[in-house]
């Protein structure tokens, strides 16, 4: 069974540029979300999407970051324009259903730096 | 809030040596507690839960973790390090809006 993908794998930009990063879940998973890692600390959720539906973006910075997931399958999170403070891992996961017991499945992360 | 708490940011073990990362909860309700490992430049890697019944879970790799409802605590365990355990380990609750939120990670560092 193929693994989340996430692109690019590392990205580098100014800050005030703008920035998209992908992510292509298990086939089949419903769920989707996009995790924020800065360095020393413990992933923290920014959204999450029920097939192509939002059920929780309160931790999302929404007047610079937005993301979508069209069609229920892949998604994209953007950043514009980029803070210094944005520069971390972002981690995308998938589960097959919404439920409290259900284990998530993470992609490798796209590592941001913001100069 | 519901939350977890690791307090150790680092773990130095010897190879062979039974080794244990420390997590505790602070959870209203039933706690769906998770262990995930994180190596190097590689996303998080799901170990084990507890989600109800016995309080010895079992996961992989010859992970386990020990449920203890009155001190609140959700320790992971492995009787024999190897030096392939050296990685960040994070706890995780999930709150009951399917929401996980982390620890801040413990690093465990296995010595040959």
């Known amino acids: 069974e193929a693994g989340v993908a996430q692109s690019p794998r590392y990205k580098i930009i100014e800050k005030r540029q703008s920035v998209a990063f992908w992510c292509n879940p298990i086939?089949?998973?419903?769920?989707l979300y996009w995790y924020q890692q800065i360095l020393g600390q413990g992933p923290k959720l920014l959204i999450q999407f029920q097939n192509n539906g939002v059920v929780d973006d309160s931790q999302l910075p929404k007047d610079r970051f937005s993301a979508e997931r069209l069609k229920g399958v892949d998604s994209t999170l953007k950043i514009q324009p980029a803070k210094l403070e944005d520069s971390a891992v972002y981690l995308c996961?998938?589960?097959?259903?919404?439920?409290?017991?259900?284990?998530?499945?993470f992609g490798p992360g796209t590592r941001l730096t913001v100069l | 809030a519901q939350s977890v708490a690791q307090p150790e940011d680092q773990v130095n073990v010897a190879e062979g040596n039974p080794l244990t990362v420390k997590c505790t909860y602070s959870?209203?309700?039933?706690?769906?507690l998770f262990w995930y490992v994180q190596y190097p430049n590689r996303g998080l890697q799901f170990l084990l839960k507890?989600?109800?019944?016995?309080?010895l879970v079992k996961g992989s790799y010859g992970f386990e973790a020990e449920f203890n409802k009155s001190q609140t605590s959700f320790h992971l365990k492995k009787p024999s390090a190897l030096v392939s355990d050296s990685a960040l380990y994070f706890c995780?609750?999930?709150?009951?809006?399917?929401?996980?939120?982390f620890g801040t990670g413990t690093r465990l560092l296995v010595s040959p």
């Open positions: 507890y989600i109800t019944g016995d309080n």
């Open positions: 995780a609750v999930n709150t009951g809006f399917q929401k996980l939120v």
């Open positions: 086939s089949g998973h419903a769920t």
């Open positions: 959870v209203s309700g039933n706690p769906y």
């Open positions: 996961a998938s589960s097959p259903i919404r439920d409290r017991g259900n284990e998530q499945f």
